[in-house]
């Protein structure tokens, strides 16, 4: 039987390829038994296999979790964010959660947001700075797993939504090169009231970094590295942060 699994990242320049492909006599496998095979194969990378996550179907799997061959399988490094709410008319869902290679803007995703029900909106920004720890960027470079980033994109606007009802969020990421000063990702959010948008807002960055999969390669003058989850043990499947 044979198992496809695609790369990214870091992982995709260990490796060097996009994908790697193993054979198996199962045509089922836990993600402990995949991930156990695939370090049998690949010992000298097995430190790097140890942290990463398996994706089936656009969805993290715990270790536990049932693969089928022809599953869509991913490997995944750590990743690189009062009034009657019942009446509010929201934009489609789909247009709100994107990935592009093109330059982003605040209005064009807080436009997306703003509706006449709700009297606040806020919009981060991320770009990109040229000095960090006394390092010296020259840009970046972003890459993506795209149909699970906009599911989990997805995901986000509708744990905002249960935690603060009515509250919309849109989410446009660049990938690609991405210059000084250029920005790499917009998180808009609207809200009845300013309390709930700021604190939407807020929970909207850190779950992007948690769970989205899109990666951050920074490219210096004399280098360059991926730059992935810097909070600790990346864990984007742990229960959600409490209110």
């Given amino acids: 039987m044979k198992w496809t699994i695609k790369l990214f990242a870091g992982l995709q320049e260990r490796f060097g390829r996009s994908e790697m492909t193993l054979e198996s006599a199962q045509e089922t496998l836990t993600v402990k038994e995949l991930k156990s095979l695939l370090a049998e194969a690949f010992p000298e990378h097995a430190g790097l296999l140890a942290i990463s996550f398996v994706a089936r179907n656009h969805a993290y799997a715990p270790d536990g979790q049932l693969l089928r061959a022809d599953d869509e399988l991913a490997l995944l490094p750590p990743v690189s964010g009062g009034e009657d709410e019942t009446a509010v008319t929201e934009k489609p869902a789909d247009d709100r959660y994107v990935i592009t290679s093109q330059p982003i803007t605040a209005d064009e995703v807080l436009r997306k947001v703003i509706v006449k029900e709700h009297g606040a ?14 390092q010296r960027t020259v840009h970046l470079e972003y890459e993506a797993y795209e149909p699970m980033a906009v599911a989990m994109m997805r995901q986000i606007g509708e744990e905002i939504d249960s935690r603060w009802p009515g509250a919309l969020c849109a989410i446009t990421h660049r990938i690609g090169t991405v210059g000084l000063a250029e920005t790499s990702v917009v998180i808009a959010v609207s809200a009845p009231h300013r309390e709930s948008c700021y604190e939407a807002s807020r929970y909207a960055i850190e779950r992007l970094k948690q769970i989205v999969p899109i990666w951050k390669k920074e490219i210096w003058d004399d280098g360059s590295e991926w730059k992935g989850h810097q909070k600790g043990p990346w864990n ?4 959600l942060p409490a209110e």
């Fill in 121 to 134: 909106s806020i919009a981060f920004v991320g770009t990109t700075r040229e000095w960090t720890q006394g």
């Fill in 236 to 239: 984007p499947i742990a229960p």
